[in-house]
């Protein structure tokens, strides 16, 4: 069992930047896809930015030329950089890696942007 750790929400007011991190309590793994997800209550969880195997990235058309997915292949951590922060963005934010047929989440971040 692979847990994911994930760490830099928090609070910023409009305009801000904020950088998650999330890493795996071990690696020695192929991992498929990283990607960060995001769900406001009441609301189902979304995709906002995803990282695959080979390097390519996706986006979410909402946070698209602000946000940025990255990795570290040899630590398997991925990064969310945001910048241009709105207060739509404001929800709790999950790292998902999925491995073969099998994927794995993080515990969930808060980000909160005020106006």
């Known amino acids: 069992q692979v847990q994911l750790t994930e760490s830099g929400g928090g609070w910023v007011q409009a305009g801000g930047s904020l950088r998650l991190s999330c890493a795996p309590s071990?690696?020695?793994?192929?991992?498929?896809?990283m990607g960060w997800y995001r769900q406001v209550l009441g609301n189902e969880r979304e995709l906002v930015a995803v990282?695959?195997?080979?390097?390519?990235?996706k986006y979410a058309d909402s946070v698209k030329d602000r946000f940025t997915i990255s990795r570290n292949k040899l630590r398997d951590t991925v990064y969310l950089q945001m910048n241009s922060l709105r207060q739509e963005d404001t929800a709790v934010y999950y790292c998902?890696?999925?491995?073969?047929?099998?994927?794995?989440w993080g515990q969930g971040s808060q980000v909160t942007v005020s106006s």
């Open positions: 998902n890696y999925k491995v073969r047929d099998r994927e794995f």
């Open positions: 071990r690696n020695a793994f192929r991992i498929d896809a």
């Open positions: 990282i695959y195997f080979d390097g390519s990235t």
